[in-house]
């Protein structure tokens, strides 16, 4: 069964960086497509950031974190990481990666706190 395990959260300063880890499992990793969702407090869930499957590997980015975030994929490890630099307090939020595999599977989030 699939299963995304999300860490690297924590607290940073404004201006400063962190790099998210989601390990899967339970699918092939390196044909879907994976990526990162946040939620903060009394907001909706939103896409942050998409990578697509290695064949294609074209990504998205929110406008809200163009030029700030980026994300890849290590297929060896099926592992999809979010460096994020140039953090604000906007994002500030509970990070989840997802998987276009099975868009009803999370992990646990991992908190990012910008401050």
């Known amino acids: 069964h699939v299963q995304l395990v999300e860490s690297g959260g924590g607290l940073a300063q404004p201006g400063g960086s962190l790099r998210l880890s989601c390990a899967a499992s339970?699918?092939?990793?390196?044909?879907?497509?994976m990526g990162w969702f946040r939620q903060a407090p009394g907001n909706e869930c939103e896409l942050v950031s998409k990578?697509?499957?290695?064949?294609?590997?074209?990504?998205y980015y929110h406008d809200s974190v163009k030029g700030r975030f980026t994300i890849f994929r290590d297929n060896a490890k099926n592992t999809v990481y979010l460096q994020m630099n140039s953090l604000k307090s906007e994002d500030t939020a509970l990070y989840y990666c997802?998987?276009?595999?099975?868009?009803?599977?999370w992990g646990q989030g991992t908190q990012v706190t910008v401050s």
């Open positions: 997802g998987t276009w595999t099975d868009l009803d599977v």
């Open positions: 990578i697509k499957s290695s064949s294609d590997g074209s990504t």
């Open positions: 339970g699918f092939t990793f390196d044909v879907s497509d």
